[in-house]
């Protein structure tokens, strides 16, 4: 079974969520502390922590910072009521893999539960190369020329399709309903934000390097090997 840490000091979201996450065959622990969170997070057993930004004693965003730095392979999805660009981008800056706005609905919210946990239980020995980046999928590393590159989970999932379609140009539906688990979200900055932050730590924004990934405007992207 797999194990879901949801920490959430509302009540009124924090139980019918779990109701849900436990009909969906998923075991869950539920903590109304970062505090709490922090220590179940590093020492329970869980594949996902789903994290509430507004905790009590200690805000979701110190709490991801810590776990990804000690667990850096947990996949942490943010819950926030704070849903303006510049939330978004710190909560990615933080380690998040995702990120969802209240009020939610629990269908989309559940999809991306799937979708984080698919990308991560998917343990095989397939090494994609192009160009000077060389993903390892069974070990989750990224190296450029060499030198390991950090990535949120969900940023590796999106570089990991993106190069296993290389050459392809794949509509923003495609990434969403494969990466994300659902196309519900294209009307959203999601998909884009990720692809700026992506650009920006494979090197995409140096005029000294190639440009990987490519923006087909109208309908997607593209990576260019």
């Avoid at 009124?12 to 998923?26: Q, V």
């Avoid at 000690?70 to 942490?76: D, N, S």
């Avoid at 060499?146 to 999106?158: H, I, K, P, S, T």
């Amino acid at each position: 079974m797999t194990d879901v840490l949801l920490a959430e000091d509302d009540t009124a979201i924090a139980e019918p969520l779990a109701r849900a996450l436990s009909r969906e065959g998923y075991g869950c622990e539920v903590v109304g502390t970062g505090t709490e969170a922090l220590e179940r997070a590093v020492d329970g057993g869980f594949e996902l922590v789903i994290l509430d930004l507004g905790l009590p004693e200690m805000d979701g965003l110190e709490v991801c910072r810590r776990v990804r730095a000690r667990r850096p392979e947990l996949a942490v999805l943010m819950l926030t009521a704070r849903t303006d660009e510049v939330d978004f981008v710190v909560g990615l800056d933080a380690g998040a893999d995702d990120y969802v706005g209240k009020p939610f609905r629990l269908a989309e919210l559940l999809a991306r539960v799937r979708a984080l946990l698919r990308r991560r239980q998917t343990a095989d020995d397939v090494v994609l190369e192009g160009g000077d980046i060389r993903l390892d999928a069974r070990g989750r590393r990224v190296l450029i020329d060499g030198q390991d590159l950090v990535l949120a989970n969900r940023e590796f999932d999106l570089l990991r399709f993106l190069m296993e379609r290389a050459g392809e140009v794949v509509s923003r539906d495609e990434i969403l309903t494969e990466v994300w688990g659902s196309a519900d979200l294209r009307s959203s900055k999601t998909l884009d934000m990720h692809v700026s932050w992506l650009r920006r730590k494979i090197g995409d924004d140096r005029h000294d390097r190639p440009r990987h990934i490519v923006t087909v405007r109208g309908v997607g992207f593209r990576f260019d090997p």
